[in-house]
């Protein structure tokens, strides 16, 4: 069990569905190789089959439960199949029956660290974050030693922004990991990578990679990360080695050629960025549409600079097609209505840009995604009128941009430019300065 849940970690799908079967082989009923199994699947784009194991799961936990109804684990490992089958209105209440049932086995062994853990996850799952982390306090408390519950402890802290706080006990777990468990010592070094880019220190997440990396050269996902890291740094040569790497392991990895493609295109080595770009869109299932859109779009990009501009429609326009097949299944998807946008504007379709940046403000969420979202509208609709000359139009839309998400410097220079364009130096040069200290320029 634990040699699957680590190949998965190192992102080797295929080999641990392998050994998950192996356990399903010993023990059809183990609901946590189920739904770690489904949740491979579903990484790997197999929806479907993710889908019937999920069921499995669901159907063995309910069972568990007709016996025994207050089995806390039982009401978490539902509550998990629910979600994974997209029940969103039943897994409150199964995370909330499993928090009754772990509060009272907790009354019959109040120091039973494995109990306290299953009351943190769920209170984690419920929203409960100040509750959650008194529990995963008390599992500390009573094992010291456990470093994988230092480890929940240190992600969980991640997850609410106490950075600080979870890269101590991230360390802390790695420290208490034996050093023949390779695995664990993995896992949990890439888990403190994530918290460091949430954090935004991406020079310390490259030290932790480097080390991975070196002690441990199978390791895909650190390899994959550490050609996005590098990338980030603008050291593009040592990127592209890294991402060389992954596919020497495992050449299928259409991500890691989407990344490699990036790489080649920044050096300028404009062909071999097409091929590669070529074989990221073989490579990607076609039910993966938003991701084909993207890499369809990039590859536009590149032909545009290597000056092979109707090659470049072609590719704009298949992400244009790709997007509006999303579109017929959800004409709700705020997101893919700017991804049509912004190829429309690509291809000088100014007035249906205009149309599908709408169609984001329309759909966008009031959640803080969406206001991103709404906000990259704004610019990009300020865009689409700036070079049609309706400039008063545009100015509006930046504003509205600028209302929404105030660090987007691109807005600050489109409202500089239109200001600029009306007449209006004073306030133009204002914006332009902002820009400029947001480290925009165009």
């Known amino acids: 069990m634990n040699q699957a849940r680590d190949l998965g970690h190192k992102g080797m799908h295929e080999e ?20 770690r199994k489904a949740s491979d699947l579903g990484s790997m784009g197999r929806e479907n089959e993710s889908l019937s194991v999920y069921e499995k799961a669901l159907a063995i936990s309910e069972e568990t439960l007709k016996t025994n109804p207050m089995e806390a684990f039982a009401w978490q490992d539902k509550a998990i199949a629910l979600s994974g089958l997209g029940r969103q209105k039943e897994v409150k209440q199964a995370y909330v029956e499993a928090w009754a049932a772990f509060n009272e086995s907790i009354k019959k062994d109040p120091e039973n660290a494995k109990l306290w853990k299953g009351k943190a996850d769920t209170l984690a799952n419920l929203g409960q974050w100040e509750e959650a982390l008194q529990a995963y306090n008390k599992v500390t408390e009573i094992d010291p030693q456990d470093y994988m519950a230092w480890g929940r402890k240190g992600e969980f802290l991640g997850l609410t922004g106490k950075y600080n706080e979870s890269l101590q006990d991230l360390e802390r777990a790695i420290e208490l990991i034996p050093a023949e468990n390779a695995e664990d010592i993995q896992a949990w070094s890439l888990a403190k ?7 935004g220190q991406i020079k310390e997440a490259l030290i932790v990679l480097d080390n991975v990396t070196t002690r441990y050269p199978q390791n895909k996902r650190a390899w994959s990360l550490k050609g996005n890291d590098l990338a980030k740094q603008g050291m593009h040569n040592e990127s592209l080695t890294a991402y060389d ?4 392991l495992d050449p299928q990895d259409a991500d890691a050629w989407n990344g490699k493609a990036r790489q080649l295109a920044e050096v300028k080595r404009y062909n071999e960025s097409l091929q590669a770009y070529e074989e990221a869109i073989r490579l990607t299932p076609s039910k993966d549409a938003k991701d084909l859109a993207a890499l369809w779009r990039d590859k536009g990009d590149l032909l545009n600079n290597a000056g092979r501009e109707d090659e470049a429609r072609s590719a704009f326009q298949m992400a244009i097609d790709t997007l509006d097949k999303i579109l017929q299944d959800n004409s709700k998807d705020a997101a893919v209505w700017l991804e049509k946008g912004n190829a429309l504007q690509k291809l000088g379709e100014y007035n249906a840009a205009v149309d599908s940046y709408n169609g984001t403000i329309k759909h966008a969420a009031s959640s803080i995604p969406g206001r ?6 704004w610019i990009g609709m300020g865009d689409a009128l700036s070079l049609q000359g309706r400039n008063r139009e545009a100015l509006e839309a930046y504003e ?12 600050w220079l489109g409202r500089g430019e239109m200001q600029k364009a009306e007449g209006d130096a004073y306030n133009a040069s204002l914006s332009i300065f902002v820009a400029g200290k947001l480290g925009y320029t165009r």
């Open 16 to 35: 641990a569905l392998q050994a998950y079967d192996e356990v399903l082989k010993l023990d059809p009923k183990n609901v946590t190789a189920l739904l």
């Open 245 to 248: 790497v992954v596919l020497k």
């Open 193 to 199: 990578v994530s918290v460091l880019h949430a954090a």
């Open 372 to 377: 991103i979202s709404s906000a990259k509208a």
């Open 400 to 411: 509205k941009a600028i209302e929404l998400h105030p660090n987007y410097g691109e807005a």
